[in-house]
Nanobody
């Protein structure tokens, strides 16, 4: 079992920045790829970014490319999502997820463990 705890969400003005963290515990290891997803009210959960176990491979949704950066510190069992130039449409609950594979994926049904989510609110 793996437990994931997100933090770093909050209220920010449009154009501002936030950094989300996802701390993993339990049966974790550098072999686990990780991803970030988000869900706005009334909408389906959507892919945001993903990173391979070693950090060499990253994927981003088109809507966040150039503004968000995913990274990880395997020594701390933590994954990060740096969000810059935030827009009102980025407002959502952000979830981190991990899968028992070194390869990341953009499909939410291919992740095995999920965090409880952290709210990001962007004011215009």
């Amino acid at each position: 079992q793996v437990q994931l705890v997100e933090s770093g969400g909050g209220l920010v003005q449009a154009g501002g920045s936030l950094r989300l963290s996802c701390a993993a515990s339990g049966r974790t290891g550098s072999r686990y790829a990780m991803g970030w997803f988000r869900q706005a009210p009334g909408q389906e959960r959507e892919f945001v970014a993903a990173i391979s176990s070693g950090g060499a491979i990253t994927y981003y949704a088109d809507s966040v490319k150039g503004r968000f950066t995913i990274s990880r510190d395997n020594a701390k069992n933590t994954c990060y999502l740096q969000m810059n130039s935030l827009k009102p449409e980025d407002m959502a609950v952000y979830y981190c997820a991990t899968r028992v594979s070194v390869v990341p994926t953009t499909a939410n049904n291919e992740y095995d463990y999920w965090g409880q989510g952290t709210q990001v609110t962007v004011s215009s």
